[in-house]
């Protein structure tokens, strides 16, 4: 079991930034792959970014490709999203998820993963 606590959501205006983060308790964090998704209201949850249990690989929606940097420290259990240049668009309640090792770039589907946190806010004002 893998229990997921995210935190560092708010009210931010276009442009700026935010730092969300990820914490992990329980068993072998350091053995996950973990992902970030995002969901808008009234749209579907969808992928956001994904990095490797190693950090040595990462992958990105073309959304927010150059705009967001996934990272993640296996001594603090903790996993990070960088948010630079935001957008209103980028609204939506942030999740984090645990899921197992498998390339990168699968991780984009929401049944590779298997644990999930309970969401943090993001608001990008105009």
């Known amino acids: 079991q893998v229990q997921l606590v995210e935190s560092g959501g708010g009210l931010v205006q276009a442009g700026g930034s935010l730092r969300l983060s990820c914490a992990a308790s329980?068993?072998?964090?350091?053995?996950?792959?973990m992902g970030w998704f995002r969901q808008a209201p009234a749209m579907q949850r969808e992928f956001v970014a994904a990095i490797s249990w190693s950090g040595g690989s990462t992958y990105y929606a073309d959304s927010v490709k150059g705009r967001f940097t996934i990272s993640r420290d296996n001594a603090k259990n903790t996993v990070y999203l960088q948010m630079n240049s935001l957008k209103p668009e980028d609204t939506a309640v942030y999740y984090c998820?645990?899921?197992?090792?498998?390339?990168?770039?699968?991780?984009?589907?929401?049944?590779?993963?298997?644990?999930w946190g309970q969401g943090t806010q993001v608001t990008v004002s105009s």
């Open positions: 998820a645990a899921g197992t090792p498998q390339s990168i770039a699968t991780m984009t589907a929401q049944y590779k993963y298997h644990y």
């Open positions: 329980g068993r072998a964090f350091s053995s996950y792959n």
